[in-house]
């Protein structure tokens, strides 16, 4: 029978000793850390980090997960919402608990970026994809984050396959995953693409501008304010043989110029997001949909059409009213040429214990083709 490797030798980490904290969200740096190891039991460290202790584990890697496990299953709790409104909003404040909670068990990295713990994986790839190469100083950073990294890290490693696309898209930590793919199905409906310059705006990870491309499109030119979507996007298009024919540059929303189709996938929640990853989904007060609408009219061609991918999640919910969106289009100077619509086949539309599953179950993404309303 296997048994489980030694711990190497833990590094030493006393008190004061400089690090860089490492945290998806605006949390400052722990002022102290606790070294614990696999004698800490759940309900004791819940206790603790409730107190606003920071727990460094020093223990086995694999009983350091299953606390956490633990840990949120000690948090979950179920509860009687009158609306899908207040489902949500208590769904967000039990995320942001668990967050909050869970975020205080932390891990110390050495000056290489290893981790060790008994029974470590080899984290050092994933952290160089996401942090950039290592600093003089330690790095400590929340256990459930780095969880989440070296799963991206494995997404990034064997690539994912996309309806439509010829080829694996390789996806970064913090860029939006297409796994579910309602929306990417939609682009075959546009009617006529060959030859056309494309803007892709908010790209991610590039799969529209590709899926246009790969149809036909002349050139795409594409844009995010995140640099590590823009870091996504440029390594797929050469990854997928389209670089010649793709650029994507770090902006807030439309390139310079105007184009023949200008694509667009924004945040359909209408609320603030919570850290860095939830800006894909989370867009406060619709000011990134509002602002690409605005300026849609002003980035066409005189042929031009926009093209708007949104679910309806956010009216279905509660968080906007009906017709607010065309209402938007009005204002902006705007029509609907033609729409297509798909209802939601992911996994939580058809979860029945999900918080959110009346809403979800009845959720639609639908692509708006957009021209200015004087055509």
Not at 147 to 176: D, I
Not at 221 to 249: I, M, P, W, Y
Request: proline share 7%.
């Amino acid at each position: 029978m296997d048994r489980p490797r030694s711990a190497a030798k833990t590094f030493e980490f006393p008190p004061g000793t400089a690090f860089t904290w490492h945290s998806e969200s605006d949390e400052p740096a722990p002022t102290s850390l606790s070294s614990v190891d696999d004698g800490l039991s759940a309900d004791t460290a819940l206790k603790r980090v409730r107190r606003g202790e920071f727990l460094r584990y020093t223990g086995d890697f694999h009983n350091a997960k299953q606390l956490l496990g633990a840990l949120g299953r000690r948090l979950e709790k179920r509860w009687q919402a009158r609306s899908p409104l207040e489902a949500f909003r208590a769904e967000r404040r039990a995320r942001q608990l668990e967050h909050a909670t869970l975020s205080r068990i932390v891990v110390a990295l050495d000056r290489d970026y290893h981790l060790e713990l008994a029974r470590a994986p080899d984290v050092a790839e994933a952290c160089r994809q996401v942090w950039g190469e290592p600093t003089k100083d330690f790095s400590v950073v929340p256990l459930k984050q780095l969880l989440g990294m070296l799963g991206a890290a494995e997404w990034r490693r064997k690539g994912l396959e996309v309806p439509g696309l010829k080829g694996l898209l390789h996806p970064h930590y913090g860029v939006y995953l297409p796994t579910r793919t309602d929306y990417v199905e939609l682009l075959s409906a546009v009617p006529d693409v060959k030859g056309k310059r494309v803007f892709d705006v908010g790209t991610g990870t590039g799969v529209l501008a590709f899926l246009l491309l790969q149809r036909g499109a002349a050139f795409a030119q594409a844009t995010d304010s995140d640099s590590r979507a823009v870091a996504c996007a440029r390594e797929n298009a050469e990854r997928l043989g389209l670089a010649k024919h793709f650029q994507v540059t770090e902006a807030d929303l439309f390139p310079e110029g105007k184009a023949d189709l200008v694509v667009c996938n924004p945040p359909w929640i209408p609320e603030p997001p919570k850290n860095r990853v939830d800006r894909a989904v989370f867009d406060e007060d619709s000011q990134f949909l509002r602002r690409f609408l605005e300026g849609l009219p002003a980035a066409l061609n005189p042929d031009g059409e926009g093209l708007l991918i949104l679910s309806d999640l956010a009216v279905l919910l509660g968080l906007r009213p009906a017709g607010w969106l065309e209402e938007q289009f009005e204002r902006c100077g705007l029509k609907v040429a033609w729409q297509k619509s798909n209802p939601a086949r992911h996994s939580k539309a058809k979860d029945k214990a999900d918080p959110l599953h009346a809403a979800r179950s009845k959720e639609v993404t639908t692509l708006y083709g957009l021209v200015p309303a004087t055509r």
